[in-house]
DNA sequence: GTTTTTCCTTGACGACTGTCCAAGATTTTT
DNA sequence: AAAAATCTTGGACAGTCGTCAAGGAAAAAC
């Protein structure tokens, strides 16, 4: 009986450290994932390397392998943390929006917003998207993020049609793909430099979500 | 004045042999830059290396460096095929059209046609379209190729609006974002195997066109 | 047929890559 | 304070990369 009582204290006892080092292992995970982040943004896939990431953390390119298996392994980690960050980015706006024109004016400023702020990682996550094209390991959670993504989208669009007394126009897909393929765009002229091109789909923009919301009379 | 005449019939000859050596070697450019498309189609930019684009032609890897100044001259080249064989892909079915449904029945198995068939170009595209976000040497190309997209989307729209007696609903640039949005995304589930998401996209297709373009009652 | 020019192969170079490991530094446990 | 576990470093490794140059093969010019 002693023994047993004993045992379990010990093995709570362990299990409480083996807890924390698992946290502190998933911290130090977290920031090493959160460095890879900002080098992939900078550099693009094709020309991050271990040692470049090492250079944006505070430690040395060895440890990466003490914490992640592989490349592969800190990339999609790295990915991970991309979601975290951009996919709740509308939700404020559609919280507190009482008009229509109120909701679609604040979305289209944090969307320009975001363009301008993010703009590194924004075509971080276009890459990945892209490099899913070729390398199968990242499809599954680049399609998760996708989801997201649309299903982002859809809460703006959806809630943008109540205040206005309509009904969305097209599918949840579309929508998507048409704000998504905006946004492509004024992130590329926004990359070139091209700020009238980025003006000029700025201005375009609250008609493009008319398109897709059809009113009722 | 014999000496000019025969400094003239000389010049005039060596101008042949000169300008035919500029063909073959035009060709030869062309016939790398070729090899490099597929290389890049079948590995994306980021694992595309010189030994393995000559692997794909009849070459070795140092003849690259004769016809080509580095890497980028090499990929530049490429990009321009790409172009030429890609942009006037619908004009055909814009030109027999002679019904708005015949043209939209057409445009949209045309879509899908070169969705299956040309999958690896298209992921390439896109994968370059993607680098110019990081490296601004590949934007001129990337710009004007996106431009002679747009042009091509926008011929078949323009003109289902005027069989239709509609007008067009959005500007160009919408349309082609839409449009070029919907072919990304049904690419990617595509090459995911996911067939059923792809016959949805292309159920939906009809619908989407008919959404860009008002039709007058 | 010989010379000259053009074309192509081969191998080498330095730099960079992902991965792994031995050994030292640091922290935690006893 | 000693011992053990954990963390971190920095260098070595086997490859691969883009680039280049020497020299042979092929073609063209005479």
Redesign the pocket.
Known sequence: MTDVAESKVAES?QDR?AR??VD??DA?RTELAVATLHTLAELGYA??????IAQNS??????????FA???DLITEAVRQYEVVCVTRYDEVVAHAVTSEQLRAEFVAMFFDTLGQDATLHRLWYDLRNQSLFDASFRADVLEIDTHREAMVWRVISRYAELLGGVVAGSSGTVYVTLDGVFQRALLHHLAGDAETVARLRAELPDVIDLLVSKAD
């Open positions: 006892k450290i924390r080092q502190k292992f130090r020309r991050t390397s271990l040692r470049e505070e430690f040395s390119h060895g440890v990466l392998h003490y914490y592989d490349k592969r």
